[in-house]
């Protein structure tokens, strides 16, 4: 019995040596990765996509300007047409937008006609975060914003073509807003109102009409015709430093 009981002591202590030998086994060892199972000749299998974060559509401007063509608009001073003044205008504003980063579309970049559903298709295909028709006359003083005078909808969807534009009318207003507080802080006056015409009521963003008119001399204003370009500038500038306050609201 005693050769049992010294042979049992003897075990006993080489295990204990053994685990004190081997520190692979006082911890706990990571179980081998799995593999997926492969068929002979099939591709591996991917690994699983990892989702990523989806980017907001950019922040597009889409500029009109009014009349074209055979279509003059109205006789400013000077006999100059209508449609000249809100072409320089665009392409002062376009100029303008791009120097602050902002992307735009413009319906006409010369003297082309241009029907109001092929002015509203082009912003609705631009997918646009503000639209500008650029408007100007003879009469009044400073600059008239117009929006759409139909009654705002909270349903963008199947809208009829004519009434498109009021599920944005909201918006709209807004626009009209930050637009009217940069002119006013430019001092060049300003009056508001609301119209139902082509292609404003079809246009599937916010939409403002700005229609500028001479700048009547005054306590606080110089007398200016729509021609003056150093008015024109005036007017541009304190449009686009309202549409980039529009793209900050925007992008929240």
Known sequence: MRWIEAAAALGMAAVAAGLEQSPATSQAQAPPAVQMPQTPG??????????????????????????????????????????????GIAARLRSTLHARGIVVVTTRQADVNLMPVDRAQIANRAQGAACLTIHATATGSGVHLFTSSLSP????????????????????LKLESEIDSALAHAAIPVSLGRASVEPMDSVTCPEVAVEVAPLVGGHVTEARPVTDAVYQKSVVDAVAAALEQWRSDWKQ
């Open 42 to 87: 099939m591709p591996p299998v991917p690994a699983p996509a990892i989702p990523q974060p989806v980017q907001p559509p950019p922040f597009v401007v889409v500029v009109d300007a009014a009349h074209g063509g055979s279509d003059t608009g109205a006789r400013l001073s000077g006999g100059i047409e209508e449609k000249e003044i809100t072409l």
């Open 153 to 172: 909808t909270g349903n963008s969807r199947f809208l009829p073509w004519p009434t498109a534009q009021s599920a944005y009318v909201t918006q709209s």
